[in-house]
């Protein structure tokens, strides 16, 4: 009963075996280097670098992608594993050069995942490559078994990766994104449908399910390791892509929720969205398959059919309004499909939106260097993560030397596993860390005590390996550490036997790393990736602001294009997505006022591609001579960025917001401006309405932030 209990607790962990399927890849591979190299060969050094290669590389790398590209990326990172080594080896000759390289190269590793996050999950086992070669022995000459080991162990887990029990392909962000794109097309569908017949189509289950899709394209809500946070052309096409969805699901419910109550004949908003959803939809299907990419030329032509529409003849001020939101729609889809195009590796022409797709027209090294120059910043959270984690692995090589530790490469290990990026979760580690160690220490002793024949760890080597990586994993933490230093007494008793003295040496490096970890935790940046990111939010949403008003004075003729301001909230973005991504991997302080994030960051992230749509359409200066309709552009305008400037202030102390901007209905506002332009044409009334178009749509994502009580909930 109790065998059945366990085995059905563990399949509730892990329903679908991911995790007792790579314990049982990195059991097998482990044990037959480990028996061929130690028994076969003859050689512990060798026997020693096969296994903890093994170990470093399928425990410790969380890759993304299914097996073949796993397999890959472990295959190409082999001259890097190599001169990690090599490294190590050539500096443990002396306890502070050690210390030194460790400072260096752990900054350096850890640092280098803010241009892809392929780093980020190997960057734990470049540590460990690292560490295990730099301690006593000083041995230069050993230098080709230990390559050759390493080599062996990632070889030969690549091939296993790929032909034992391959994991079943997990959803990508770009199907995620696929299945978003095409729910929101449905709803494009059903808008026409309801904008051509009124009635109650556009509110049926298609809405609720575009939002449920396109919520689950936040970068928080997909692991680091599947999001698409590199620095290269491809990911960042994915993030835009993803931001024009959510304001064309935005747009369009804006659209079906101000649909005609009677039929209007040859509306023109009705037509140009069929069009809009025919590309996204093609988009889409060119993100999963190499299906041709969409061709924007009919939408194209429906956008240019649209846009006379909205200037001809009497002003309709009513159907100005739609057809203006359905062209900033339409705008957006363009950006979406020029998105997806980039994504899938093809050249574009993005003349259109020259700062938006500006990273299209530089190679992957630039941009990767960019971003880690954009990094290097004093509210970088990755800047601090990657500092707090040199320096405690350096302090910790230190005292490993100092102290004479035999096995003190278990001492960074522990720090290793207790640090995290915040003091609250360091000190929530460290309990599991601590207590799983004495329960393997005490079981470790009573092993060594008891059992005196090697044949007999020789023989339990395999079921070690399981239960430390599979069956301890699905445990827990404290279960985890526990059969993890049994197993690694198993395997150094076979290497070099010190009888009960190994789980005592255990015992006191564990601890000893425990407390440099808290320690380092403790003192630097202790309040982790939250406090950054509120700093880097509250300056992108004040420069979010500012671009605003710079924008309306544009048109109005008071000022150039503010191409100064989009250039700062495109710089700014980038640290906020990334502290945005570590937030959620922290633990949050239930007492402090928890923001909604996905709406308070999308509130600058469509400005910038709005903005260029709206002053490509409507030149800078095309609202000017009209004094009094300028004021009221401008007294919105000012409401606005004083919005921005309250949300950043309340991210920044975490007080509440003043009140967000309710949009105001576009009919009314336009026929309270009119009389205030005089006699003009219909172009000036055009203008005037695509900019309280492009206002009003700022205000509506403010104030979804803090939804009121009595308006409908949008998700």
């Given at each position: 009963?109790l065998?059945t209990?366990?085995?059905?607790r563990?399949?509730r962990?892990d329903?679908?075996?991911?995790?007792?399927?790579?314990a049982?890849r990195?059991?097998?591979?482990?044990s037959?280097?480990?028996y061929?190299c130690?028994?076969g060969?003859g050689?512990?050094?060798?026997?020693?670098?096969?296994?903890?290669g093994?170990?470093a590389?399928g425990a410790f790398?969380?890759?993304p992608?299914?097996?073949?590209q796993?397999?890959?990326?472990?295959?190409t990172?082999l001259?890097?594993?190599?001169?990690?080594?090599?490294a190590?080896?050539l500096l443990a000759w002396?306890t502070?050069?050690?210390?030194?390289?460790?400072?260096?190269?752990?900054f350096?590793?850890?640092?280098?995942g803010?241009g892809n996050?392929?780093?980020?999950?190997l960057?734990?086992?470049?540590?460990?490559f690292?560490?295990?070669?730099?301690f006593?022995?000083?041995?230069p000459?050993s230098?080709?078994?230990?390559?050759?080991g390493?080599?062996l162990?990632?070889?030969l887990?690549a091939a296993?990766e790929?032909?034992?029990?391959?994991?079943?392909?997990?959803v990508s962000?770009?199907?995620l994104?696929?299945?978003?794109?095409?729910s929101?097309?449905a709803?494009l569908?059903a808008?026409?449908?309801a904008m051509?017949?009124?009635g109650?189509g556009?509110r049926d289950g298609?809405r609720?399910?575009?939002y449920?899709?396109?919520?689950l394209?936040g970068l928080?809500?997909?692991?680091?390791?599947?999001?698409p946070t590199?620095?290269g052309?491809q990911d960042?096409?994915?993030?835009?892509?993803?931001a024009?969805l959510?304001?064309v699901l935005?747009?369009?419910?804006?659209?079906?929720?101000?649909?005609?109550s009677?039929p209007?004949?040859?509306l023109a908003?009705?037509r140009?969205?069929?069009p809009?959803?025919?590309a996204?939809?093609a988009?889409s299907?060119s993100?999963?398959?190499?299906a041709?990419?969409a061709?924007?030329?009919d939408?194209?032509?429906a956008i240019g059919?649209?846009?006379?529409?909205?200037g001809?003849?009497?002003p309709?001020?009513?159907?100005m309004?739609r057809?203006a939101t359905?062209l900033a729609?339409?705008?957006q889809?363009?950006i979406f499909?020029?998105g997806?195009?980039?994504a899938?590796g093809a050249?574009v022409d993005?003349?259109a939106y020259?700062?938006?797709?500006?990273?299209?027209?530089?190679?992957?090294?630039?941009?990767?260097w960019?971003q880690f120059?954009?990094h290097?910043?004093p509210r970088?959270a990755?800047?601090?993560?990657?500092l707090r984690?040199?320096?405690a692995?350096?302090?910790a090589?230190?005292?490993a030397g100092?102290?004479?530790l035999n096995?003190?490469?278990w001492v960074?290990?522990a720090t290793l596993?207790?640090?995290?990026?915040s003091?609250a979760d360091t000190?929530t580690?460290?309990?599991?860390a601590?207590l799983?160690?004495?329960?393997g220490?005490v079981a470790?002793?009573l092993?060594?005590l008891?059992?005196q024949e090697p044949?007999?760890?020789?023989?339990?080597?395999?079921?070690?390996l399981l239960?430390a990586f599979g069956v301890g994993?699905l445990?827990?933490?404290?279960?985890?550490?526990?059969?993890?230093?049994l197993?690694l007494t198993v395997v150094?008793?076979?290497?070099?036997?010190?009888?009960?003295?190994l789980?005592?040496?255990?015992?006191?490096?564990?601890?000893?790393?425990?407390?440099?970890?808290v320690?380092?935790?403790?003192?630097?940046?202790?309040?982790g990736?939250?406090h950054d990111?509120?700093?880097?939010?509250a300056?992108?949403?004040?420069?979010s602001?500012?671009a605003v008003?710079?924008?309306?004075e544009a048109v109005l003729?008071?000022?150039r294009?503010?191409?100064?301001?989009?250039?700062?909230?495109?710089?700014?973005v980038i640290l906020?997505?990334s502290?945005?991504?570590q937030?959620?991997?922290?633990?949050h302080d239930p007492?402090?006022?928890q923001?909604?994030w996905d709406?308070?960051?999308s509130?600058g992230h469509?400005?910038?591609p709005g903005?260029e749509?709206l002053?490509?359409?409507?030149?800078?200066?095309?609202?000017a001579?009209?004094?009094?309709?300028?004021a009221?552009?401008?007294?919105?305008?000012g409401h606005?960025?004083?919005a921005y400037d309250?949300?950043a202030?309340?991210v920044?102390?975490?007080?509440?917001?003043?009140?967000?901007p309710?949009p105001?209905?576009c009919v009314?506002e336009v026929?309270?401006?009119?009389?205030?332009?005089?006699d003009?044409?219909s172009?000036?009334v055009?203008?005037?309405v695509e900019?309280d178009r492009?206002?009003?749509g700022?205000?509506d994502?403010?104030?979804?932030i803090?939804?009121?009580?009595?308006a409908?909930?949008?998700?």
């Amino acid at each position: 009963m109790l065998g059945t209990s366990l085995l059905g607790r563990l399949r509730r962990r892990d329903p679908g075996d991911a995790v007792l399927r790579r314990a049982a890849r990195l059991t097998l591979v482990a044990s037959v280097l480990f028996y061929a190299c130690r028994y076969g060969v003859g050689s512990p050094l060798l026997a020693t670098y096969a296994l903890f290669g093994t170990i470093a590389a399928g425990a410790f790398a969380q890759l993304p992608g299914p097996a073949s590209q796993r397999a890959r990326i472990l295959v190409t990172s082999l001259p890097a594993v190599w001169a990690l080594i090599a490294a190590g080896t050539l500096l443990a000759w002396n306890t502070w050069a050690a210390a030194g390289g460790m400072l260096v190269i752990g900054f350096v590793v850890a640092f280098a995942g803010v241009g892809n996050p392929r780093l980020v999950g190997l960057a734990s086992a470049f540590q460990l490559f690292y560490i295990l070669a730099s301690f006593p022995p000083y041995q230069p000459d050993s230098l080709p078994q230990r390559l050759g080991g390493v080599t062996l162990a990632i070889v030969l887990l690549a091939a296993a990766e790929v032909v034992l029990w391959p994991d079943p392909v997990s959803v990508s962000y770009r199907q995620l994104l696929a299945r978003a794109a095409d729910s929101v097309a449905a709803f494009l569908d059903a808008t026409a449908d309801a904008m051509a017949a009124p009635g109650p189509g556009a509110r049926d289950g298609r809405r609720e399910r575009a939002y449920d899709l396109v919520a689950l394209l936040g970068l928080g809500r997909n692991s680091p390791e599947s999001a698409p946070t590199a620095a290269g052309a491809q990911d960042r096409a994915l993030r835009t892509s993803a931001a024009a969805l959510r304001e064309v699901l935005a747009t369009a419910d804006r659209l079906a929720t101000d649909a005609p109550s009677t039929p209007i004949p040859d509306l023109a908003a009705a037509r140009l969205l069929r069009p809009c959803a025919d590309a996204i939809r093609a988009a889409s299907r060119s993100l999963l398959s190499d299906a041709p990419q969409a061709d924007l030329r009919d939408l194209d032509a429906a956008i240019g059919a649209a846009e006379p529409s909205v200037g001809s003849g009497p002003p309709d001020v009513p159907r100005m309004c739609r057809d203006a939101t359905a062209l900033a729609l339409a705008d957006q889809v363009r950006i979406f499909a020029l998105g997806t195009r980039i994504a899938a590796g093809a050249r574009v022409d993005v003349d259109a939106y020259p700062r938006l797709f500006e990273y299209a027209r530089h190679g992957a090294w630039t941009l990767y260097w960019r971003q880690f120059g954009a990094h290097l910043a004093p509210r970088s959270a990755h800047l601090h993560s990657a500092l707090r984690l040199a320096v405690a692995l350096a302090v910790a090589r230190v005292a490993a030397g100092v102290l004479h530790l035999n096995h003190g490469f278990w001492v960074l290990l522990a720090t290793l596993t207790v640090l995290r990026t915040s003091a609250a979760d360091t000190r929530t580690a460290l309990r599991p860390a601590v207590l799983g160690t004495i329960a393997g220490v005490v079981a470790s002793g009573l092993l060594v005590l008891v059992v005196q024949e090697p044949v007999v760890y020789a023989v339990v080597l395999p079921v070690s390996l399981l239960l430390a990586f599979g069956v301890g994993r699905l445990l827990g933490p404290v279960w985890q550490q526990a059969l993890f230093t049994l197993l690694l007494t198993v395997v150094f008793t076979q290497l070099s036997p010190e009888g009960w003295r190994l789980a005592e040496a255990r015992l006191v490096d564990v601890g000893l790393g425990a407390v440099i970890g808290v320690l380092a935790g403790v003192a630097m940046w202790p309040r982790g990736a939250g406090h950054d990111l509120r700093h880097n939010a509250a300056r992108y949403l004040a420069a979010s602001g500012t671009a605003v008003e710079r924008t309306v004075e544009a048109v109005l003729g008071d000022g150039r294009p503010p191409e100064h301001d989009f250039d700062q909230v495109g710089r700014r973005v980038i640290l906020v997505d990334s502290s945005y991504c570590q937030y959620h991997s922290e633990r949050h302080d239930p007492r402090r006022v928890q923001l909604n994030w996905d709406a308070a960051l999308s509130a600058g992230h469509h400005l910038v591609p709005g903005a260029e749509s709206l002053l490509r359409r409507n030149p800078p200066g095309c609202l000017a001579g009209w004094p009094a309709a300028a004021a009221l552009l401008r007294d919105t305008a000012g409401h606005l960025r004083s919005a921005y400037d309250d949300l950043a202030g309340e991210v920044t102390n975490g007080r509440a917001a003043g009140p967000m901007p309710v949009p105001i209905d576009c009919v009314d506002e336009v026929d309270r401006l009119r009389p205030l332009l005089g006699d003009v044409d219909s172009a000036a009334v055009r203008h005037l309405v695509e900019v309280d178009r492009w206002l009003a749509g700022l205000a509506d994502s403010l104030s979804r932030i803090h939804p009121d009580a009595d308006a409908p909930r949008r998700p």
